[in-house]
């Protein structure tokens, strides 16, 4: 049921920079709403790693940035570490007749 | 340090309701302006809001699951739980709880619990 579409995976060497799009529609990216990122390692939750489109947490590193225009949004990391290795969601509000919360469909981020 | 845990049966069988509680540690689950969420992923899957909940007990429910779903909150006990019922294996999923910081995002969430609908 997911309402945000993100590649299934990227990948890149240590030390290189990766990005991830997310992209979503008039009823949620593109309204206005603010955009947040999830990173989920191996058989944990997810934890919170950018709000506000933006904005990082207390504690997480600088490598991760995030940006949003028009009806999509992008986290990049740079500087990738094999502690990166882990599955990545943005998420967004949304105004339409479906859920509140919306996901994308996750990406893998692989440390080749 | 506030912190979430998820607990409840692992196993329902079919057609069953399921039912988890979320306790709420090292704070009040009643101060501040934030609501309580649950949110589910199946296996190899991404991730579904089911609910919320305000502390003055007003709900939210994702419209895929709303006719199943209630999500209600004990302040005295600083627990907020779900049911859902007539569950099938397509309920099957690991269910979190998570802290939605000024409506907007999911700024804590407990570690989760798998619930596999089974007979």
């Not at chain 2, 845990?5 to 101060?31: A, W």
């Not at chain 2, 802290?99 to 619930?115: I, S």
């Amino acid at each position: 049921q997911s309402v945000l579409t993100q590649p299934p995976s990227v990948s890149g060497a240590p030390g290189q920079r990766v990005t991830i799009s997310c992209t979503g529609s008039s009823s949620n990216i593109g309204a206005g709403y603010d955009v947040h990122w999830y990173q989920q390692l191996p058989g944990t939750a997810p934890k919170l790693l950018i709000y506000g489109n933006s904005n990082r947490p207390s504690g997480v590193p600088d490598r991760f940035s995030g940006s949003k225009s028009g009806t999509s949004a992008s986290l990049a990391i740079s500087g990738l570490q094999a502690e990166d290795e882990a599955d990545y969601y943005c998420q967004s509000y949304d105004s339409s007749l479906s859920a509140l919360y919306v996901f994308g469909t996750g990406t893998k981020v692989t440390v080749l | 340090q506030v912190q979430l845990q998820e607990s409840g049966p692992g196993l329902v069988k079919p057609s069953q309701t399921l039912s988890l509680t979320c306790t709420v540690s090292g704070g009040s689950i009643s101060s501040g302006s934030y609501y309580w969420s649950w949110i589910r992923q199946p296996a190899g899957k991404g991730l579904e809001w089911i609910g919320r909940i305000y502390t003055s007990g007003s709900t939210n429910y994702n419209p895929s699951l709303k006719s199943r779903v209630t999500i209600s909150v004990d302040t005295s006990k600083n627990q907020f739980s779900l049911k859902l019922s007539s569950v099938t294996a397509a309920d099957t999923a690991v269910y979190y709880c998570a802290k939605t910081l000024y409506g907007l995002y999911f700024d804590l969430w407990g570690r989760g619990t798998l619930v596999t609908v089974s007979s």
